[in-house]
């Protein structure tokens, strides 16, 4: 595979790596509504599917019985599908409020 030279390209993908995104495929592997594949991501079932409105999604797939799927991030930069497992960046946060005082006062 070729590397772009392009420098954006290249903070984007350091960021991926250092920030738990991993790379699964290219956008190509899944061409068609309705698509799908499975990989495994550090003994963790993943699906990637390509839904009836042409949005690229993954998710995780439970070992239990009966267990649904579990939505995971997807993010498609350069023609290529990334997910991220942490658990942390799946959790609902709610804002905290930060108070702000000026240096001048």
Avoid: K
């Amino acid at each position: 595979m070729t590397v772009p030279e392009d420098p954006r390209f290249r903070r984007e993908m350091a960021t991926a790596y250092r920030s738990g995104w991993h790379f699964i495929d290219l956008v190509t592997a899944v061409p068609h509504r309705g698509d799908s594949l499975m990989v495994t991501l550090f003994g963790e079932p993943v699906v990637i599917n390509r839904g009836e409105d042409e949005e690229i999604r993954a998710y995780r797939c439970l070992r239990r019985p009966r267990g649904a799927p579990q939505p995971v991030r997807c993010a498609i930069r350069y023609g290529m599908i990334f997910v991220n497992l942490d658990q942390r960046d799946h959790q609902l946060v709610e804002p905290q409020a930060t108070s702000a005082t000026p240096r001048s006062a």
